[in-house]
């Protein structure tokens, strides 16, 4: 009689967590510098990070790392913000970051063409008595997975924008802190346009991993310490399961990770929203030998 109260105690427990809402959930996510690949220089890469980072924010579905939290986390692992990071080193960074997708990405093409001038995409110049001009802006971005540093998604987000009118704007002037004048120009129209087309593969992309959260510390009484808390969505009366990682599997080929072995120990239940939604406190429901480190899904 007990093996059947257990089984539908657990029959009950999965079916909550099928029907609770957990829509409001927010998934992390850090962007590194692009590289400048179009040769404009004048930091074009982190100009153009920064507005995707802009945007996500204000897209109110990720909670975006600061950049001075990932730049500290960058220089403690000996990386650059933009050139020395690869996909594998992205994903250890954002394993200590705590982030589900790291953003990779280059600047390809920045630029204007004018018509009466041969050649392709040049760099800003003002010229008088030209009939149209075409400013164009090409990212190409890398989505990697944290959990396998697999690229899950690699696509170029181009934007253009043209105009027979001159907006005199110059090297000197470009000033990606004052969206209200630089999106105003012909090169801030087409900068737009391809940050929005980023923001849209990250969208899709995100759907196909996982949210996660962390177990930070397990106490005597049964209950737990897990992040995040209101800030990534999580509220009291939410319920997850956790899981302990094991060993990570190394590709003997390649000598990329592939993930670890992973091990359901417990399930809790969230109590209280700590450290201004940056936490929270959970208890024990189920399961035993928690630790600190393991992860937390919705199943």
């Not at 390809?108 to 030209?130: N, R, T, V």
């Not at 990212?139 to 009118?165: F, H, M, P, Q, W």
Request: charged content about 25%; some cysteine.
């Amino acid at each position: 009689m007990r093996v059947y109260v257990v089984i539908l105690l657990s029959l009950l427990f999965v079916c909550q967590l099928f029907t609770q809402d957990l829509t409001g959930l927010k998934k992390r996510i850090a962007v590194v510098d692009f590289e400048d690949r179009s040769g404009w220089g004048h930091n074009i890469g982190t100009g153009l990070a920064d507005m995707l980072v802009t945007q996500l924010v204000k897209s109110g579905k990720f909670r975006v790392v600061e950049r001075q939290e990932l730049a500290k986390v960058l220089e403690e692992q000996g990386l650059g913000m933009s050139g020395a990071v690869t996909p594998q080193s992205a994903a250890k960074v954002g394993q200590l970051l705590g982030v589900e997708l790291m953003v990779m990405g280059s600047v390809s093409e920045f630029g204007e063409k004018k018509s009466g001038i041969g050649g392709g995409i040049g760099k800003i110049g003002i010229g008088a008595g030209l009939s149209k001009r075409q400013a164009r802006a090409v990212v190409d971005i890398r989505l990697v997975n944290t959990s396998t540093g697999e690229i899950v998604t690699a696509e170029s987000a181009e934007g253009e924008e043209g105009s027979t009118k001159l907006d005199n704007v110059s090297v000197e002037s470009i000033d990606f802190g004052n969206p209200t004048y630089w999106d105003e120009t012909l090169l801030g129209k087409a900068s737009r346009k391809a940050i929005d087309k980023c923001v849209g593969y990250i969208t899709k992309a995100m759907e196909k991993i996982p949210w996660e959260g962390k177990i930070i510390k397990v106490n005597d009484d049964g209950t737990v310490y897990m992040k995040p808390g209101s800030a990534g969505g999580v509220t009291a009366g939410m319920e997850f399961v956790v899981y302990s990682k094991g060993e990570e599997i190394i590709d003997p080929d390649t000598g990329l990770a592939l993930g670890s072995e992973e091990k359901m120990i417990g399930k809790i239940k969230v109590a209280q929203d700590l450290a201004e939604g940056k936490a929270c406190k959970a208890i024990i429901t189920s399961g035993m030998g928690l630790k600190t480190g393991d992860v937390v899904r919705v199943k």
